[in-house]
């Protein structure tokens, strides 16, 4: 089945590491994004993609990092520099240069820092 | 400008009454304006979407009535089930740049 697929589900971190954050999708997909959600903040644009190898900062693209070496997958590295990572991180991709732009989401992967 | 404000926070309804859930945005670039509904532990899943060249979009229960001229859009719920309990999000983008910018969101409980 055609899907984007985050892994893992829940992701404990401990303080000083970095843990990287799985994205994949099946869809032939041009964009992909990296959401945080956090509760009754909505969802926050961390970093998009829109063509491989080339990725933008969302709004808050502080403490993280991403690549896109392939169309895709789409991995974020949550670095010891985020000083507050404890969030349900949600990954998203959709067709560029057409009409619908209906994104698609993965299931999340809640990361906890201990 | 590129935020999309979004009421309420939370609201319950009774099984079989109308939610009622309202966005504003102030950027004109905005050009596509879609629902998401999110259950919890799960990804958004689009519900319904419009353009500004309409007024109204039904998709069985779900109707989003957009007023450009006030840059607000809501969703309406008709006959609320409580399966539909969720948090739904607003959104908006423009053709210039395909992120969607979410609202705050509302956690929607209808009451048995």
């Known amino acids: 089945d055609g899907g984007i697929t985050q892994s893992p589900k829940y992701l404990f971190r401990k303080e000083g590491q970095n843990v990287t954050l799985s994205c994949e999708q099946n869809?032939?997909?041009?964009?992909m994004y990296w959401y945080r959600q956090d509760p009754g903040q909505g969802l926050r644009l961390i970093y998009y993609?829109?063509?491989?190898?080339?990725?933008q900062k969302g709004d808050i693209a502080e403490g993280y990092s991403v690549s896109r070496e392939k169309k895709e997958s789409f991995p974020l590295t949550v670095t010891s520099a985020q000083k507050n990572p404890t969030a349900f991180y949600l990954c998203?991709?959709?067709?560029?240069?057409?009409?619908?732009?209906?994104?698609?989401f993965g299931q999340g992967t809640r990361l906890t820092v201990v | 400008q590129q935020q999309v404000k979004q009421s309420p926070q939370s609201l319950i309804v009774q099984k079989g009454g109308i939610s009622i859930i309202n966005c504003a945005y102030e950027?004109?670039?905005?050009?596509?304006f879609p629902w998401y509904q999110q259950f919890p532990g799960k990804g958004p899943a689009l519900l319904i979407a419009?353009?500004?060249?309409?007024s109204e979009k039904k998709e069985g229960r779900f109707t989003i009535s957009f007023n450009k001229s006030a840059k607000q859009f809501s969703l309406h719920i008709m006959d609320s089930q409580p399966g539909d309990s969720a948090t739904y999000f607003c959104a908006a983008s423009s053709g210039s740049s395909y992120k969607l910018i979410f609202g705050s969101g509302t956690r929607l409980l209808v009451r048995p």
């Open positions: 993609s829109q063509i491989v190898n080339d990725f």
């Open positions: 869809l032939n997909h041009d964009a």
């Open positions: 950027n004109t670039a905005f050009d596509y």
């Open positions: 419009i353009r500004p060249d309409v």
């Open positions: 998203a991709s959709s067709f560029q240069h057409t009409a619908n732009t209906e994104a698609f």
